[in-house]
């Protein structure tokens, strides 16, 4: 079974940078979307951004995009977020997940959705002050 570990969350002032990297166990991961989502204090876990098996098709919620990178290292097992211009509104637990089918079937209208993923990591904790 794949297990999921992220890391590279700390304290930050707004407009720093900072990049995750989601680390998975398993010999299969190069078959598979992964994707970002956040959930702060008192709100829903969110989509954050998304990218296919083979690194070629990304999405991003628009809350992040054009201030953050999605990118994924087959041979090292990892999916990064690379997140800059950090605001205060950032500021949540970042989990990384990993889609509950190979090869992407069913497209990219997917991605956005809780239900697409089947395993997660433990998250890592994001916190932007102003």
């Known amino acids: 079974q794949v297990q999921l570990v992220e890391s590279g969350g700390g304290l930050v002032q707004a407009g720093d940078s900072l990049r995750l990297s989601c680390t998975a166990s398993?010999?299969?991961?190069?078959?598979?979307?992964m994707g970002w989502f956040r959930q702060a204090p008192g709100k829903e876990r969110e989509f954050v951004a998304a990218?296919?098996?083979?690194?070629?098709?990304?999405a991003y919620a628009d809350s992040v995009k054009g201030r953050s990178t999605i990118s994924r290292d087959n041979t090292k097992n990892t999916v990064y977020l690379q997140m800059n211009s950090l605001k205060p509104e950032d500021t949540a637990v970042y989990y990384c997940a990993k889609d509950r089918y190979r090869l992407n079937p069913y497209g990219q209208s997917r991605w956005s959705r809780i239900e697409t993923y089947d395993t997660w990591g433990q998250g890592t904790q994001v916190t932007v002050t102003s």
């Open positions: 990218i296919d098996w083979t690194g070629g098709k990304t």
């Open positions: 398993g010999p299969t991961f190069s078959n598979y979307m």
